[in-house]
């Protein structure tokens, strides 16, 4: 809570037009997201589509950076994977350093769970329901991880981001101007 606290007092701290740029911030951080980014500004005064807006854009961005990064990672591996498949099929060198593949047994719990989850709702699925679990950033990152699309990841965590960002905005301040 502590970072929360930080984030609405850096809100109340700087001129209204920075306001946006920090509430952004906020969203690019996992567990606070594009959700708790928009409270916070809602709650600091800022307007709550502009609020709500900011937090979109922040928590969005750093979904797509790390997909894209997730993605290059796991192209490179595999890319990786297939010159030793080939040197080691024609017979080269023999000094091929071989790292033992992970096997379910060696699979975290979340692992599992997200795969359960992926195999039955697929990426809409995930990506619509994740946030009640984890952050969309590690959402992403697994399907990215996974050799899902990297436009397909994006289009979902986007219409994830926006839906359930609108939904607490809405809820937030409708709450903040009932009272006032």
């Known amino acids: 809570m502590n970072l929360i606290e930080t984030f609405q007092n850096l809100v109340a701290q700087v001129p209204d037009l920075v306001q946006p740029l920090i509430i952004a911030l906020a969203g690019a951080i996992p567990f606070i997201e594009g959700e708790g980014a ?29 997909v894209l990064a997730s993605s290059g990672a796991r192209q490179a591996i595999v890319n990786r994977s297939r010159s030793r498949e080939s040197v080691v099929a024609g017979g080269g060198a023999t000094s091929v350093d071989e790292t033992p593949s992970m096997d379910a047994g060696h699979r975290s719990a979340r692992n599992e769970k997200f795969q359960r989850a ?46 359930w960002t609108t939904v607490v905005a809405v809820i937030v301040g409708s709450a903040i101007y009932a009272v006032t």
């Open 38 to 66: 928009a409270s916070i500004g809602i709650i600091g005064g800022i307007p709550p589509v502009i609020a709500a807006i900011a937090a979109m854009i922040g928590n969005f961005v750093c979904v797509a950076i790390l």
């Open 118 to 163: 992926f195999e039955r709702y697929g990426v809409p699925g995930v990506s619509l329901l994740g946030p009640l679990l984890l952050p969309t950033h590690f959402t992403a990152t697994m399907l990215a991880a996974a050799g899902i699309g990297k436009a397909r990841i994006l289009l979902w965590q986007a219409v994830a981001i926006v839906g």
